[in-house]
Structure formats: structure tokens, C-alpha cells
């Protein structure tokens, strides 16, 4: 697990706190940005785009502190973790596959 400096508020400044966030060390998350193409915001947060919905929306593998650091950016709109239940997706998987392998064809 890797930490990540919030930074302060006003009430942890007064107290003399210091806030820390742990999470994974990487992980997967939906990112919407306000901007068209945001390849370049991610990969400068040490990111990697994992599959690409539209333009702007898009998951990508970043490290937590590239999570931290894209939450705090005003060019993105939305940033969180996606879980995935790796069960489902492999009867998901299959399920296609059987699809398409039961398709036949199309000629012109």
C-alpha cells in the first residue's frame, strides 16, 4: 500500500494533524474529463488508458498517487476505483465466445 498527502485543513493545521490515505499500490479507475483526448493527463500522473468509452470517458491503471493527483485536477470531472468481479466477467467472456463462434459467416 502506498500513501498519499491530502494536504491540511483547517481544523488538522489548528491540531497540528498530518492526514494520510493509503490505498493499492495500483489500481483501475473510470476517469471523465472535460477535455476530449486526456492521454496526455494520464499518462503525466503515471497512468495507462485500459479502454477508452468515448473521448473523455475512459478506464485507466493508475498508481495511487496519480489517483490522488488527477482527484485535485480541474480538467477532470470524475475520478474513482472500479472493482471487478472476475467471475462474472469470465462467464461474460465465455458467453460472447460462444457467440461468436456460432455466427456464421457473412458474404458479399
Do not use: C, W
Amino acid at each position: 500500500m502506498k500513501s498519499a498527502g491530502i494536504g491540511h485543513s483547517g481544523m488538522s493545521g489548528a491540531m497540528g494533524a498530518k492526514l494520510n490515505v493509503t490505498g493499492p499500490s495500483q489500481g483501475l479507475y473510470l476517469v471523465i474529463a472535460k477535455t476530449s483526448r486526456p492521454d496526455e493527463i494520464i499518462s503525466r500522473a503515471g497512468g495507462k488508458i485500459a479502454m477508452r468509452f468515448t473521448g473523455e470517458k475512459l478506464l485507466a491503471v493508475l498508481p495511487f498517487n496519480g489517483f490522488m493527483t488527477l482527484r485535485a485536477d480541474s480538467r477532470i470531472s470524475k475520478i474513482g476505483p472500479v472493482n471487478l468481479d472476475t467471475q462474472r466477467l469470465k462467464t461474460l467472456t465465455n458467453s460472447l465466445a460462444k457467440t461468436v463462434a456460432a455466427q456464421q459467416p457473412v458474404h458479399f
